[in-house]
């Protein structure tokens, strides 16, 4: 036997920490759009999110101050590209200080361009404060627009509010007002058809988002959730459908014209990116980088992601959509 000496593994020099942006993952993609979880408090309890019971909820002491979180977000606009703030939660109108920190938020330059994505409960008393503040536009999650049917998707009786909140944020002038749609597996494909309705009467724009499998009770089945394709066949039984002309780009999904430019409708597929099906994302999807409100030693809950990580569990409110 020949014995070969192979040497004494070597890394090279060490490449010096990057001190500025941007932020370019490992296939290169540049990431521009940060995702800022302020709470994971919310005030409904969606079966597909949380337990009934609701969450161990992290203690306040464990969340960021308003002021360290601006402090991480200046260096964030200013330091590493980023050029876009969705502040989400749990539900963000749960967190104090929402319009102080929006505000703050507005104030930073380059200015961001500044989100918010909620459930709508309270929004009715605060979409021209948080427009004042600096929000520019406002994503609403509402799966269905029959009572009963919110009622048991939710736990909570309060639709009523959430149509409240819609209608105020397009008073205060928030442009374009989305609603964001996460469908009931049995009941969801008529939901899809009366959302769509609801929302082009009233010149929402409605986004549908795969059920993502985040199995707070552990009941997920790939089999058993709608899937886009089933979403498009069940709105162009009853609505005239086009591919939308406007670039894709990088957003997450696929946006169609309806009834002769009426309005749109996008399509969001959570759990399936193949060249077999639509893909999610062109191939040109860019990261979304999340930032938690939790300081560095807060234990994640529930399913949700830990600060840093990618995964299919959620950092936030399971139906946030760009
Ligand atoms: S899905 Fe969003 S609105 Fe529903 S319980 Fe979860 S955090 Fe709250």
């Not at 009366?194 to 009467?201: E, G």
Request: charged share 25%.
């Amino acid at each position: 036997m020949t014995a070969i000496d192979l040497g004494v593994p070597s890394l090279g020099p060490a490449e010096p920490a990057p001190v500025s942006g941007p932020l370019i993952d490992t296939f290169g993609r540049v990431a521009t759009d940060l995702r800022v979880s302020l709470t994971d408090r919310c005030n409904l309890r969606c079966t597909y999110c949380m337990p009934a019971e609701g969450l161990d909820w992290l203690p306040g002491e464990q969340l960021l101050r308003p002021d360290e979180l601006i402090r991480l977000l200046r260096t964030a606009v200013t330091r590493l590209g980023i050029t876009s703030v969705r502040f989400t939660g749990g539900e963000p109108l749960v967190a104090k200080n929402l319009e102080d920190i929006v505000g703050a938020t507005a104030a930073l330059t380059p200015r961001p361009e500044i989100t918010l994505t909620t459930n709508g409960i309270g929004l009715d008393k605060r979409a021209a404060r948080l427009k004042h503040a600096g929000l520019d536009r406002i994503n609403v999650s509402l799966d269905t627009v029959d009572a009963g049917r919110f009622a048991h998707i939710t736990r909570r009786d309060r639709l009523s509010d959430v149509l409240a909140g819609l209608e105020a944020a397009k008073a205060a002038g928030l442009r374009p007002v989305k609603v964001n749609a996460v469908l009931d597996p049995v009941t969801g494909l008529d939901d899809a058809v009366q959302l769509l309705r609801f929302c082009l009467d009233h010149g929402y724009q409605l986004r549908i988002i795969e059920q993502m499998p985040l199995d707070a009770g552990h009941e997920w089945q790939r089999g058993r959730a709608l899937n886009a394709d089933d979403v498009l066949d069940a709105l162009q039984r009853h609505f005239d459908l086009r591919p939308h002309p406007a670039p894709r780009g990088s957003a997450p999904a696929e946006l169609w014209e309806v009834d002769g430019g009426r309005g749109t409708v996008g399509i969001r597929s959570a759990t399936a990116c193949s060249p077999a099906r639509r893909p999610i994302c062109a191939g040109s999807c860019g990261p979304a980088p999340t930032m938690r409100r939790s300081k560095p030693h807060g234990a994640p809950r529930c399913g949700r992601r830990r600060p840093g990580t990618a995964s299919t569990t959620r950092t936030s409110c399971s139906r946030t959509a760009r």
